[in-house]
């Protein structure tokens, strides 16, 4: 981890004293390329942050207080450029922060900077970004070559893993926190759809966009969703507070606080509170669970590090007193090519804003046809994996494709939900929930699988690689999405004959069930620094 200024960190938090540039040895990490906009002068000015905290005593009124954490790019903010990492927004600054970004600043954080991304989050390597492919050297085995370090939220990923960010926001489309925290080594977590707010944040594919939360530890991802105890001074005294994990009017998609109440009704679970990083943790009495393991996930394709991870975990899993049962979802196999329908689909609608005229960047070459400059405009403006995929989309909505793609690929997501469904032994809180699932004691309280089918891949390796093989990184990612479930991703060793690497390991829960995920995330992440220091 990089060393503070003491004056700068304490208990993971910033002084409000340090205020000169560059910021949390930023200077030491331009080779990773994790932050397109870091933090200046003006952005730490305490004045200007109208912070009233002055003491180490007051930050117990916030778990948050002073914590620096990392913004992607396409989140905005007031102080920062919001470019999506694309050209056709230059130095776009947004007038408002987005909620959630506001919602960290009134809970005490510290934005200490915009990270980098794929350009407008298409991607799963970070290599699609005006400002350069984000370098990620930590590996066993890569020759001081620069690894993969995820996409879309690769720059988020990094900027935890070096230690630049407490913690850091991204968004997950397909995968886009949970593949970067495989292949860097944090924790990576997608919550249920609809549970933070989307306001502020630029879309790609509104049905799957989420909000997703990286740090190194799932006790540090708690404390940035909700559901952490808030100490209030000298007394211990606490309550249960929410950081971001709140209802948003301003977001269509948010869900309703009546819906929230249904849901914590249905989740009748001990909560795993957590009361400030460093602290010692307090579990709730310790339970078992049916873990599942669907055999639809043993792909072929699976390397052999990534597949003694995965039944390492499962033999750790045992060992702790869970259960392990095979599942069936049988529509896994064509989650992947129905996503990579409906992402475009969508995103083809959300850009078509983007035309030079109404803002974002022109095209310098004026011409009397409207319509040449709004190609021109575009066709300087984005990039080539972004162009690829509005075609797509293009030709998914067009009158000869809606009814084979569009509408088929609707049918195989509803299949996805479904079969999920199936196999969780809690119901869905979105769906009415008969006698009969009422009583049932069937079916598995989590899935444990796999978070990428490969390790990170060197970055030079991808020059070669075709759109195909990237897009089928997020095989294990898409099906949660597409789902709207909740999913972490933690790093585990793979003590493999043939290499040694840092493995991504998923947990799915029901939809609403993120508590759970987050408990038995953080008792095999802390089981997994115990056996591997």
Known sequence: MTKWPRNLYFHGRISRSYAAPPFLGQTRHYESNAFVAPSTSQTLDPESRQTTQTSPHAWNASPLSERPIAIKDNICTKDFPTTCASNILGDFKSPYNATVVELLQKAGAFVVGKTNMDEFGMGSHNIHSRFGAVQNYFGSENNGEALSAG??????????????????????????????????????????????????????????????????????????????????????????????????????????????????????????????????????????????????????????????????????????????????????????????????????????????????????????EVGYLFAKSRGEGFGKEVQRRILLGTYSLSAAAMDNHFIQAQRIRRLVQQDFDAVFRLPNPLHPITQREAESN???????????????????????????????????????????LPAVSIPKFSKNTDSNHLIGIQMIGQFGDDSLVLTVAKEMHDFFHAQDP
């Not at 990184?473 to 099906?479: A, S």
Request: aromatic content about 6%; some cysteine; hydrophobic content about 35%.
């Open 151 to 368: 996409g879309s939220s690769g720059g988020s990923a990094m900027a935890v893993k070096e230690g630049q960010a407490w913690a850091a926001l991204g968004t997950d489309t397909g995968g886009s926190v949970r593949l970067p925290a495989a292949y860097t080594g944090v924790v990576g977590f997608k919550p249920s759809y609809g549970l933070l707010s989307r306001y502020g944040v630029v879309a790609y594919a509104n049905s799957l966009d989420t909000v997703g939360i990286l740090a190194q530890t799932p006790d540090a991802v708690r404390l940035v969703f909700g559901k952490a105890l808030k100490l209030l001074n000298h007394d211990r005294s606490s309550l249960s507070i929410d950081i971001l994990n709140r209802y948003d009017a301003n977001d269509p998609t948010s869900l309703s606080e009546s819906t929230r109440s249904r849901i914590t009704e249905l989740v009748d679970r001990p909560l795993f509170d957590v009361t400030r990083a460093g602290d010692k943790i307090s579990n709730a009495q310790k339970q078992q669970y049916k873990i599942g393991v669907p055999h639809e996930y043993n792909i072929e394709e699976l390397t052999p590090s990534v597949r003694d991870a995965w039944t390492s975990t499962l033999a750790s899993l045992r060992s702790n007193g869970h259960s392990i049962h095979s599942i069936s979802l049988p529509t896994t196999r064509q989650a992947l090519s129905a996503y990579y329908v409906l992402a475009p689909a969508e995103a083809c609608s959300n850009l078509a804003k983007y035309d030079g005229v109404r803002y974002g960047r022109r095209t310098a070459t004026l011409d009397d």
């Open 442 to 484: 069937r079916g598995v309280d989590l899935i444990v699988v796999p978070t990428t089918p490969s390790p990170p891949p060197k970055i030079l390796s991808l020059a070669h690689s075709s759109p195909l093989d990237m897009y089928t990184n997020d095989v294990f990612t898409v099906p949660a999405s597409l789902a709207g």
